[in-house]
T-cell receptor, first 113, second 115 residues
Framework: GNSVTQMEGPVTLSEEAFLTINCTYT??????LFWYVQYPGEGLQLLLK?????DKGSNKGFEATYRKETTSFHLEKGSVQVSDSAVYFC????????????FGTGTSLTVIP | EAGVAQSPRYKIIEKRQSVAFWCNPI?????LYWYQQILGQGPKLLIQ????????DSQLPKDRFSAERLKGVDSTLKIQPAKLEDSAVYLC?????????????FGAGTRLSVL
């Protein structure tokens, strides 16, 4: 079946450090991949997505590339800010219509000044 | 544009009691999802509706959980009777639905504590 495995946290970085949060997936067919973010006291919101192999999703300085050969969708940011402190969730949809949705366990990121 | 509305925000009940949660999705969104998020874990899909029909309820504990979306708009999720392990945040999300329209928008959630 479909599943998402996400790097465990918590992760603590200094401001302007490089961020990588690893995510690998198992899926049949042609899944879509997502990163969602949950800021303190707020609901989940979409950060970025990719719908097919080699697609790169990007938003707010974050990037992730859909790698079919390694079944990965790692999240990266070149220089984190204190405001990036949040919990990040990798997720997949089993098809292009939003069915069979699975989330990873989440990675908590704290950025210190 | 109004977001996904959920109520109540918090609920405390004793085990074996019943509880119901309400969700109003974004206007025009055909697909509605209910998730259970236990502390320290990612959201787990409980049920997915497309309009007023159930698309996926494979992870819904049907002996105690039920959900409906009678008019294809708002939805209720019920737990009867509740167990201690049902303590979690219950999230509702909606999307336009259809191929390529799979971005989900989440409500703030209902935090349930079962004592």
């Amino acid at each position: 079946g479909n599943s998402v495995t996400q790097m465990e946290g918590p992760v603590t970085l200094s401001e302007e450090a490089f961020l990588t949060i690893n995510c690998t997936y198992t899926a049949t067919g042609y899944p879509s991949l997502f990163w969602y973010v949950q800021y303190p006291g707020e609901g989940l919101q979409l950060l970025l997505k990719a719908t097919k192999a080699d697609d790169k999703g990007s938003n707010k300085g974050f990037e992730a590339t859909y790698r079919k050969e390694t079944t990965s969708f790692h999240l990266e940011k070149g220089s984190v800010q204190v405001s990036d402190s949040a919990v990040y969730f990798c997720a997949l949809s089993g098809d292009q219509a939003g069915n069979q949705f699975y989330f990873g366990t989440g990675t908590s990121l704290t950025v210190i000044p | 544009e109004a977001g996904v509305a959920q109520s109540p925000r918090y609920k405390i009940i004793e085990k074996r009691q019943s509880v119901a949660f309400w969700c109003n999705p974004i206007s025009g969104h055909a697909t509605l999802y209910w998730y259970q998020q236990i502390l320290g874990q990612g959201p787990k899909l409980l049920i997915q509706f497309q309009n007023n029909g159930v698309v996926d309820d494979s992870q819904l504990p049907k002996d105690r959980f039920s959900a409906e979306r009678l008019k294809g708009v708002d939805s209720t999720l019920k737990i009867q009777p509740a167990k201690l392990e049902d303590s979690a945040v219950y999230l509702c999300a909606s999307s336009l639905g259809g191929v390529g329209e799979n971005i989900q928008y989440f409500g703030a959630g209902t935090r349930l504590s079962v004592l």
